[in-house]
């Protein structure tokens, strides 16, 4: 593959001021780094106005929670656990009564996730507010070891403060990280974006697909008006171009929208969504490409986005 001799690196997600220096998936339940080789440029969040996302974290101290404890069924909470580890993998998780959420950037600051899930994905939540923090890949390990429907149990051990991990008659004791030691989350900024199609999982991963074929960036584009949200890809040589319309996608606002990115980052956040889950694109004009969908039967919600390149 090879990359266009003309884009230049992706810019960088907007961070808080209070970032702390701080130490990835496929359809398996391992992580793998993210991390791009291009160097990146030093930009705000590109393009235009945008206003800022008040955050559910903000309120939540960063100290662990004085109680905790949960049941969950594992294939919610491996769905939970394989996009964050897609592009971290350690995570401020921010609990209250009402659930948990979890805010993170990628080391290159090129792709962000912003997952809610309420108490009612649980098969029982209490809880009182607070922090913890966690390696989300030693998390995975005894995660991994249940069957979808196993019903896990978590809940922090006030003694040593680990967190207990039962799960099949196996019991796990995680130790937790110091919270302010982990990258604070970034900036959640809001865009009024032009172009907004729901797209089936499988139709964006096929175009995923396609633009692999030949090279190493892809260009995601709409036309004001128009019918089909157009993949393409060009290599040295080759070119893949695929439209997906008609019963891949409903369209909710058509407008002009083109945008580069990065493949290597779009690959691993797609082959981390669902099957069949249903995915609502917002696009502009060389804006972030910023993609949301439900998780825990509409008991959740996650808010992924990612940088694009920069074309002179």
Same mark, same amino acid.
């Given at each position: 593959?090879s990359?266009e001799?003309?884009?230049?690196? !992706?810019? #960088?997600?907007e961070?808080?001021?209070?970032e &702390?220096?701080?130490p990835?998936?496929?359809?398996?339940? &391992?992580?793998?780094?993210?991390?791009?080789? &291009?160097?990146?440029?030093?930009?705000d969040?590109?393009?235009?106005?945008?206003?800022?996302k008040?955050?559910p974290?903000?309120?939540?101290?960063? #100290?662990?929670?004085?109680?905790?404890?949960?049941?969950?069924?594992?294939?919610?909470?491996?769905?939970?656990l394989?996009?964050?580890?897609?592009?971290?993998?350690e995570?401020?998780?921010r609990?209250?009564?009402?659930?948990?959420t979890?805010?993170?950037?990628?080391?290159?600051?090129v792709?962000?996730?912003?997952?809610? /899930?309420?108490a009612?994905?649980?098969e029982?939540?209490e809880?009182?507010p607070?922090? %913890?923090?966690?390696?989300l890949?030693?998390?995975?390990d005894? +995660?991994? /070891?249940?069957?979808?429907?196993?019903?896990?149990?978590?809940?922090?051990?006030?003694?040593?403060g680990?967190?207990? +991990?039962? +799960?099949?008659?196996?019991?796990?004791?995680?130790?937790?990280?110091d919270?302010?030691?982990?990258r604070? !989350?970034?900036?959640?900024?809001?865009?009024?974006?032009p172009?907004?199609?729901?797209?089936?999982?499988e139709?964006?991963?096929r175009?995923?697909k396609?633009?692999?074929?030949?090279?190493? &960036? *892809?260009?995601i584009?709409? !036309?004001?008006?128009?019918?089909a %949200? +157009?993949?393409?890809?060009e290599?040295?040589?080759?070119?893949v $171009?695929? #439209?997906l319309?008609?019963?891949?996608?409903?369209i909710?606002?058509?407008g002009?929208?083109?945008?580069?990115?990065?493949?290597?980052?779009?690959?691993?956040?797609?082959?981390?969504?669902?099957k069949?889950? $249903?995915?609502? *694109?917002?696009?502009? !004009?060389?804006?972030?490409?910023? %993609?949301?969908?439900a998780l825990a039967?509409?008991?959740?919600?996650? $808010?992924?986005?990612?940088?694009?390149?920069?074309?002179?």
């Open positions: 593959m990359t001799p003309d884009s230049e690196p !992706e810019p #960088e997600i961070q808080s001021d209070t &702390h220096t701080a990835s998936d496929d359809e398996s339940e &391992h992580g793998e780094s993210t991390t791009d080789n &291009h160097p990146e440029s030093k930009t969040t590109p393009n235009g106005d945008s206003a800022e008040a955050s974290v903000d309120d939540v101290p960063d #100290e662990p929670p004085t109680s905790f404890r949960a049941a969950i069924r594992a294939s919610r909470l491996k769905t939970v394989s996009p964050l580890r897609a592009l971290v993998d995570a401020r998780v609990i209250t009564e009402d659930g948990l979890v805010r993170a950037v990628d080391s290159a600051n792709a962000m996730d912003d997952l809610e /899930l309420g009612a994905a649980f029982s939540f809880a009182s607070g922090t %913890l923090g966690l390696d890949d030693r998390l995975a005894p +995660v991994g /070891l249940a069957s979808k429907n196993d019903l896990i149990q978590l809940y922090l051990d006030p003694e040593s680990k967190l207990i +991990v039962l +799960v099949d008659g196996l019991r796990y004791s995680l130790a937790c990280l919270a302010t030691t982990i604070a !989350e970034p900036t959640l900024p809001e865009f009024d974006l172009a907004t199609v729901n797209v089936n999982r139709a964006l991963q175009g995923v396609a633009a692999d074929l030949v090279a190493d &960036h *892809i260009r584009r709409m !036309e004001d008006g128009g019918e %949200l +157009v993949v393409k890809a290599g040295d040589t080759d070119t $171009t695929l #439209e319309d008609g019963d891949d996608i409903d909710v606002t058509a002009d929208a083109s945008a580069l990115f990065s493949l290597d980052y779009l690959k691993k956040l797609v082959r981390t969504i669902p069949g889950t $249903t995915v609502t *694109i917002d696009l502009g !004009e060389s804006f972030p490409l910023i %993609l949301s969908y039967e509409g008991e959740g919600t996650i $808010t992924r986005m990612l940088a694009p390149r920069i074309e002179t």
